[in-house]
């Protein structure tokens, strides 16, 4: 039952989206000699699975686009790592070891991955980095637009705080993993909305991305601050937040401050209508996998002009400068908008958000079955 509403919203989610960024390309491109036919491998590595989004939309999204492209005949070898960096180094080097074409890469420690990025170049297997930038020498990038999602989160904080928002209000960050180079961007861009704005009085970077691991670093700001002293918390995704509200709620707080998240996971989409969440950011994550798809089949076939076409953006990396990449916009995600963007794309039924339990909720937001 859930598999099938799974592949109901799926299915609906990408053929919504169709037209709103991709170039339609096809198995027939207009490289004349590709390389390589439609049997071909694309490697998949994603980083964990505590966050819903990589096995829920990611895998499966990347693997339908990868087999309508190559007319049936392509197929995807997917491995994830589970937030564990050796085991996603010695993942990458089995891929290496099956000679798939190609290799689509979402690091879960974006420098130490560099070795193996190395290994599969030279065993002329092109590597593309997935969401997170991972070093080494990759072929392209395909990603949100990271700083626009910290400054998305930054500006709807400040939006929550009110007209009142003053440099006296004290907020904690609740950052993402160290290891990930898109924790760093959220940081950068809502910092640049935030600075000057408010204190920043407790700032943590969350190992893995743990929901635990803020709830435990949420605990001891709450502790040094006074729970009554925290006006807003800028938690950088929705795991986060959750582990964020669990630690308030253990302190007593029964008036949340506003939180910020990112994701649109469907427990944060909830808390969204409840008001014990603000916001999250919603990303249309088709886009991003059925274009990485695309870009993918390109470059295992050897049809330089559709790659090309494919990344016209470019981005530097600590060990690469000017990688083709291609940067997919974000929108910040509230009560206001839950009916223009997670249901009207198909990622979520208005049913599967809407349970009884949110009912009265629900119809006050105007979200109606
Ligand atoms: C992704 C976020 C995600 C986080 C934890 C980041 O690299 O861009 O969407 O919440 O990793 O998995």
Known sequence: MRRTAMSLALATLSVSLVGCGGLGVTGDGDDASPTKGDDITVGLLLPEKSNPQ???FHYPVIEAKVESLTGGQGRVEYANAEADAAQQARQLQQMINDRVDVI?????????????VRKAKEAGIPVIAYDRLAEGPI???ITFDNELVGGVQGRSLLEALGEDAGISDKIVMMNGSPTDPNAQQFKAG??????????????FDTKDWKPQNAEKSMTE??????????????????????????????????????????????????????GEQYMSV?????????RAAEIAVAKAQGRDIQFHALTPDRVDSPTGKGIPAYLVPV?????????DT???????????????????DCAAAGLKK
């Open 221 to 274: 700001a709450i502790d040094d601050l006074g729970r009554s002293n925290i006006k807003a918390v800028y938690a950088a995704n929705d795991g986060l937040a959750g582990g964020v509200i669990k630690a308030l709620k253990a302190a007593g707080v029964t008036d949340l401050p506003p939180i910020t998240g990112q994701d649109a996971e469907l427990a944060a989409v909830r808390r969204i209508i409840t």
């Open 331 to 339: 929108v910040a995600l509230t009560k206001d908008n839950i009916k």
């Open 104 to 116: 689509l890469l979402d690091p879960v420690d974006a420098h130490t991955i560099a070795g193996e």
């Open 282 to 290: 919603y990303k249309p994550y088709p886009q991003e996998a059925e």
């Open 139 to 141: 072929d392209a990038y």
């Open 342 to 360: 997670v249901i009207r794309d198909g990622m979520y039924r208005l049913s599967d958000v809407c349970t009884p339990r949110l009912a009265a």
């Open 190 to 203: 809502a910092l640049l909305a935030l600075d000057g704005k408010v204190t920043i009085a407790k700032s």
């Open 54 to 56: 990589y096995e829920q």
